[in-house]
Nanobody, 117 residues
């Protein structure tokens, strides 16, 4: 079992920045993949960015150049730095991790991001 605790969501104006953090209950090096997803009202959950062990990072086209995903082995956290936010970035953001050797993954409780126009 893995616990994920997200923080950093909130309300920001268009063009502003937010930093989301996901604290994990065990070492980040035990995970094959770590990422952030989001779900807007009435829409399906979608990938925002993720880190895949031994491969690197990938981003959804709609955030490339604006968002940066990173991880900290000392703190066991995965962070999403979001800049140049747009109203269409509004939604609930979820942290997701997939341990090595285990099918499926674990989800955080979600954190609300609201971007006002």
């Amino acid at each position: 079992q893995v616990q994920l605790v997200e923080s950093g969501g909130g309300l920001v104006q268009t063009g502003g920045s937010l930093r989301l953090s996901c604290a994990l209950s065990r070492s980040i090096f035990s995970f094959n993949a770590m990422g952030w997803y989001r779900q807007a009202p009435g829409k399906q959950r979608e990938l925002v960015a993720r880190i895949i062990s031994g491969t690197g990072t990938n981003y959804a086209d709609f955030v490339t150049g604006r968002f940066t995903i990173s991880r900290d082995g000392a703190k066991n956290t995965v962070t999403l730095q979001m800049n140049s936010l747009k109203p269409e970035d509004t939604g609930v953001y979820y942290c997701n991790v997939v341990p090595f050797g285990i099918a499926g993954g674990y989800w955080g409780q979600g954190t609300q991001v609201t971007v006002s126009s």
